[in-house]
């Protein structure tokens, strides 16, 4: 079946670090990859997807890149601010036998400190 | 304005006594899914639904059930709780079944503790 691994965290930087968080997966035929934010007492809200190899997600400052080579889709940002302190979900969707399938990581909870 | 609501935001029970979770989406979407999230697992698809009166099940839908008779409202019932249904609860929809690329908007979650 579909999977997708991110890294554990919790990921600590200091305001204007620069981030990285790993992503990798696993799934039949040309799935579609979706970074998701969770801010504190909320529910996911969408940050940026990617729908084809070598696509380029983009949004408020986060970027991430369909590699098919890889089976990755890291997300980064140049320069973290106190308000992106969150948990980021790395998702795809598939398709099986008519079904559309979406798979999520586990999350990753980043703490920016000031 | 474009949401998925839920209700009630938070619920305290006693095992056995039967709840109903309430999901309504005002975009028109096909698809809908209750997932559920634990420290450390993750979010979880209970059950999901790619349109009026189908609904398939996800990934952990022992002790759950789930109807779709109107395409706006996707209701999560637990017929006799557990302790192990203590959790937090997610709606979602997206606008098509069919499109991978559509992303899935979700509900402010729904915090049940039964006890």
């Known amino acids: 079946g579909n999977s997708v691994t991110q890294m554990e965290g919790p990921v600590t930087l200091s305001e204007e670090a620069f981030l990285t968080i790993n992503c990798t997966y696993t799934?039949?035929?040309?799935?579609?990859l979706f970074w998701y934010v969770q801010y504190p007492g909320e529910g996911l809200q969408l940050l940026l997807k990617a729908t084809k190899a070598d696509d380029k997600g983009s949004n408020k400052g986060f970027e991430a890149t369909y590699r098919k080579e890889t089976t990755s889709f890291h997300l980064e940002k140049g320069s973290v601010q106190v308000s992106d302190s969150a948990v980021y979900f790395c998702a795809l969707t598939s398709s099986s036998g008519g079904s559309y399938i979406p798979t999520f990581g586990r999350g990753t909870s980043l703490i920016v400190h000031p | 304005e474009a949401q998925v609501t839920q209700n009630p935001r938070y619920l305290i029970t006693v095992t056995g006594k039967k709840l109903t979770v309430t999901c309504s989406q005002n975009m028109n979407h096909e698809y809908m899914s209750w997932y559920r999230q634990d420290p450390g697992l993750g979010l979880r698809q209970i059950y999901y639904?790619?349109?009026?009166?189908?609904?398939d099940k996800g990934d952990v839908p022992e002790g759950y059930k789930v109807s779709r008779k109107e395409k706006r409202n996707f209701p999560l019932i637990l017929e006799s709780p557990s302790p192990n249904q203590t959790s937090l609860y997610f709606c979602a929809s997206s606008l098509s079944a069919r499109d991978l690329n559509y992303e899935q908007y979700f509900g402010p979650g729904t915090r049940l503790t039964v006890t």
């Open positions: 799934a039949t035929g040309y799935p579609s």
């Open positions: 639904s790619m349109n009026v009166e189908v609904t």
